[in-house]
């Protein structure tokens, strides 16, 4: 969690600035701003970082993934292809844009796969909503040839693939609009915030005016604006674009540090037995936030879990147990349980979220224990966890030989 991890005096720097002005609003009042436009140069810092040619900055990835959706030309009754294993939003911003999630079957990249998709597309399929999960990307050759085969609407919640690229090009920016988190657990953090980022002029504008209640921000009375669409409030204050700054301006060094960390600890937990990881579809563009380890099934990981637990690591995460990354565990989708009536409801639902048939994905899930990779690890640090979770797996190994 490097957005944890460091924070201090250029952070606190960014922030003054703006308090010295006191214009928290991101737009207008240019007289007494006195030049500080902290919104705009976290965009900047993210379009520098990724090469994209319009960066959006937001409240959050949730708000920048919904937005992502919407200025993608994607609404009420679109089949929208997604994966069950994902941080909630991105299932969150489908069904609130009006569209049905569809879930398709992932693979050894933790991402959709390209036959996941063919398998669920139907006349129906308006477009993906590809995720590109714990720091890697998905497999974006085949996963492309799907998408222009059948003419879907690619939209990347790439929340926590920030700094990721695919043979050089940057999560985010292979489809129609893309989106990264800045909360507290990403790569970098802006307090809370997201960026949405396309190189579609005609989609940033749509996602500038929708994320601002339709402002077409041209000229310098707010007042007498122009609202060419519907729009909401998405927008992010300057002090959450000020930490968000300060934050993106160390991600290149934050991946540097990461990448180092990283391949020490695969290096270290490859000599044991029963330990492989997951695929990285571009080793070369991995912002290494996450060292994906799979055991041989599901069955053993679950004891690997139970004897780091036992002897006190930390810092892991099993997926196939957790309340927000896996579908096992959302309850509220299998049986629709809402505050209100969502367009899904009313139209029908594409599949039976209770009962669905996702061996793959069960299998990969069941098989990951993910470990957050720290930029301020020592070395030492590092081979102290690797043996004590080597220790850990060489015991679950051992039980399941006996049974
Ligand atoms: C974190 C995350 C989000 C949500 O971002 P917030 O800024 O917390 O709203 C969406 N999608 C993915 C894949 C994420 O990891």
């Known amino acids: 969690m490097p957005g944890t991890e460091l924070f201090g005096q250029e952070e606190r720097k960014e922030i003054n600035d703006v308090l010295e002005t006191g214009i928290l609003f991101r737009y207008n009042h240019d007289q007494q701003r006195n030049g500080i436009w902290k919104a705009r140069e976290f965009e900047a810092e993210v379009a520098k970082i990724t090469g994209a040619r319009y960066a959006h900055a937001m409240s959050s990835g949730s708000t920048a993934i919904a937005t992502a959706l919407a200025a993608a030309g994607i609404g009420t009754g679109d089949e929208v ?44 399929t308006k477009g993906i909503c590809l995720v590109h999960m714990c720091g890697g990307m998905a497999d974006m050759d085949a996963i492309m040839q799907v998408v222009n085969e059948h003419n879907l609407i690619l939209v990347e919640d790439a929340g926590q ?44 504008k749509h996602a500038d005016s929708y994320s601002d209640h ?66 990285l579809a571009d080793p070369d563009g991995d912002s290494a936030t996450f ?66 048939d996702l061996p793959k994905t069960q299998e990969v899930i069941g098989r990951l224990i993910s470990f957050g990779i720290r930029c301020t690890w020592t070395e030492e640090e590092i081979s102290t966890l690797a043996a004590k979770v080597s220790a850990c797996v060489q015991k679950a190994m051992a039980t399941s030989t006996v049974a």
């Open 291 to 356: 060292l994906n380890m799979f055991l041989p099934d599901t069955e053993t990981a679950g004891r690997v879990v139970a004897e780091m637990n036992a002897a006190g690591v930390g810092g892991f995460n099993y997926w196939y147990v957790n309340m927000y990354h896996f579908i096992n565990q959302w309850d509220h989708i299998k049986e629709m349980r809402t505050a209100s009536k969502l367009p899904a409801q009313v139209l029908g639902l594409p599949q039976d979220y209770a009962n669905l």
């Open 81 to 124: 292809i997604v994966p069950p294993f994902t941080y909630i939003a991105t299932v969150e911003a489908v069904f609130f844009v009006g569209a049905k999630p569809v879930f398709a079957e992932i693979d050894e990249t933790l991402c959709l796969s390209a036959d996941g998709i063919r398998k669920v597309l139907t006349p129906n």
């Open 161 to 204: 693939a920030f700094a990721a690229s695919y043979k050089g090009t940057y999560t985010g920016l292979f489809g129609k609009a893309g989106s990264y988190s800045f909360d507290f657990f990403k790569i970098a953090t802006a307090g809370e915030g997201g960026v949405l980022v396309t190189n579609d002029e005609a989609v940033y």
């Open 214 to 279: 339709g402002h077409d921000h041209i000229g310098t009375n707010r007042g007498m604006e122009q609202h060419p669409i519907l729009g909401f409030n998405y927008r992010i204050s300057e002090l959450h674009a000020a930490v968000g700054l300060a934050q993106t301006r160390r991600v290149p060094h934050i991946v540097a540090a990461n990448r180092k960390n990283k391949q020490l600890l695969t290096s270290l937990l490859s000599q044991t037995e029963g330990i492989s990881f997951a695929r």
